[in-house]
């Protein structure tokens, strides 16, 4: 593969990235992106609202100003759940979703695990299923094995098809009972997730079908250039050009199918 790939970054926090992060993104080949509701320092109704305007109105723009077509995930994260008026959030949820901007729900989830946690993120679901939406899915870095399992439980219980649902951040000790439920995994190529070399061997071991990477970057420590830097290890390690195309490009825009 002597060109760069088409990338399309999965995961995306753009609000905490400078533009000349995201133009070097642009460089190294990412010309997709998805941009993902995130959390926030104090969540209230009124915050998570200015925070998903600035998704859709500022930071989609500003991605196409600079060579990324990007399209954003909407919802209530598990560290950003409010104390009062999650249902006033929720209720606002569908109108962002007409215009074929945002393609997906998300991301929830559970962070820390417990009542409040698993509430809001069958309130969630609910919606997704009544709307039909796909779903990004957040699972913790801590404990992640036992949330995972959790959350699968949780999504089966819910009604949504496995099909719409993305569970995001997975690894090698949860990515196989996530492919097994009939659900796409995100491999998140972060420093504190996931290296690009244990990536690479997933993708070995697994193949491609319904594995998606991206780069969660924005979000701490992330590396604005993981899903460049995993795919040359990919090419490397003498994967075909198909395999490395579905898990670096193909597969984010068959399940998101942006417009």
């Not at 949780?154 to 000790?173: F, I, K, Q, T, Y």
């Amino acid at each position: 593969m002597g060109e760069l790939l088409q990338l399309f970054d999965a995961h995306l926090h753009p609000e905490a990235l400078s533009d000349q992060d995201l133009e070097s993104m642009r460089f190294f080949g990412v010309e997709r992106a998805l941009v993902v509701a995130h959390h926030l320092p104090e969540p209230t109704p009124k915050a998570l609202r200015k925070h998903f305007d600035d998704l859709v109105q500022r930071q989609l723009p500003r991605l196409e100003r600079l060579g990324i077509r990007a399209w954003a995930a909407l919802g209530v994260h598990p560290r950003c759940i409010p104390r009062r008026g999650l249902s006033e959030v929720l209720s606002h949820l569908p109108d962002y979703f007409r215009g074929g901007r945002v393609v997906a729900l998300g991301e929830t989830g559970l962070h820390a695990g417990g009542i409040e946690e698993e509430e809001a993120f069958l309130e969630q679901l609910a919606l997704a299923r009544r709307l039909k939406l796909r779903v990004v899915v957040h699972t913790p870095l801590l404990d992640k094995e036992r949330h995972t399992r959790r959350l699968l439980t949780l999504l089966r219980e819910s009604g949504v098809l496995p099909s719409r649902v993305l569970v995001d951040h997975a690894n090698g000790r949860t990515v196989r009972n996530i492919l097994g439920c009939g659900h796409w995994a995100g491999l998140t190529l972060h420093p504190e997730a996931l290296k690009a070399e244990r990536a690479v061997a997933l993708v070995r071991r697994l193949g491609s079908e319904r594995l998606v990477l991206n780069s969660d970057a924005g979000d701490g420590a992330g590396d604005i250039l993981g899903l460049a830097r995993v795919v040359n290890l990919l090419t490397k390690a003498k994967l075909s050009e198909r395999v490395v195309k579905r898990v670096a490009h193909d597969n984010a825009a068959r399940f998101y199918r942006p417009r």
